[in-house]
């Protein structure tokens, strides 16, 4: 079965420094992986996703995330943060190479920069 | 392209009562699906459909009813409404599933006395 785990429920970061988002994942076989990013009282916006290739992935709003396979992570990261970046962030894995597995969402993880 | 639309936004229903929500994309997607969001629960999928006529339970299926005669449209149907169904109900498409990322919907917010 897939799952996902995205560790912490907050994160806090002040404006301008780096941040990170962490989520490992289980799945049968290669992964797809994806994350989202959810503003209040609004639907759900893709940001990346990790198919193959290059390890590391750029998105939307400067966002990045960085495959690895041998720890199963999949950490989304931000060189410097802006307060507009606050919102709750979820991580999602589908078994690649298979029909028709759902995606599963992790719990998310809500982001609060500080200015 | 209006994207994923769903309605209505909010509903207010007594327990027992029915109703189906409604979803719809214009964008000639294969797959859609129904989730529910609950706070600290994440995303938990209800349903979905691969294509028109088929569909499938997703997690947390029970005391809901889908269907999918055409391939822009996914109703989701609440039999018996009860109060463990409020929530946020979140429709999302994709073209044929693995590396297509999900297009979400805006949301229905359901809430069930």
């Known amino acids: 079965a897939q799952s996902v785990a995205q560790p912490e429920d907050q994160v806090n970061v002040a404006e301008g420094n780096p941040l990170t988002v962490k989520c490992t994942y289980s799945v049968s076989g290669n992964p797809y992986l994806f994350w989202y990013v959810q503003y209040p009282n609004r639907g759900l916006q893709f940001l990346l996703k990790?198919?193959?290739?290059?390890?590391l992935v750029k998105g939307s709003y400067g966002f990045e995330a960085e495959f690895n396979k041998s720890q199963t992570s999949f950490h989304l990261k931000k060189p410097s943060a802006l307060v507009s970046d606050s919102a709750l962030y979820f991580c999602a894995v589908r078994a690649g190479l298979r029909g028709n597995t759902p995606l599963v969402f992790g719990k998310g993880t809500r982001l609060s920069v500080i200015a | 392209n209006a994207g994923v639309t769903q309605t209505p936004k909010f509903q207010v229903l007594k327990t027992g009562q029915s109703m189906t929500l409604q979803c719809a994309q214009d964008m000639n997607h294969e797959y859609m699906s129904w989730y529910r969001q609950d706070p600290g629960m994440g995303l938990r999928l209800i349903h979905y459909s691969v294509g028109a006529g088929i569909t499938d339970q997703g997690e947390v299926p029970n005391g809901y009813n889908v269907s999918r005669s055409t391939t822009e449209d996914f109703p989701l149907r609440l039999l018996s409404a009860a109060p463990s169904q409020t929530s946020v109900y979140f429709c999302a498409s994709s073209r044929r599933q693995g590396p297509n990322e999900q297009f979400f919907g805006p949301g229905t917010r359901l809430t069930v006395l």
């Open positions: 990790y198919i193959t290739g290059d390890n």
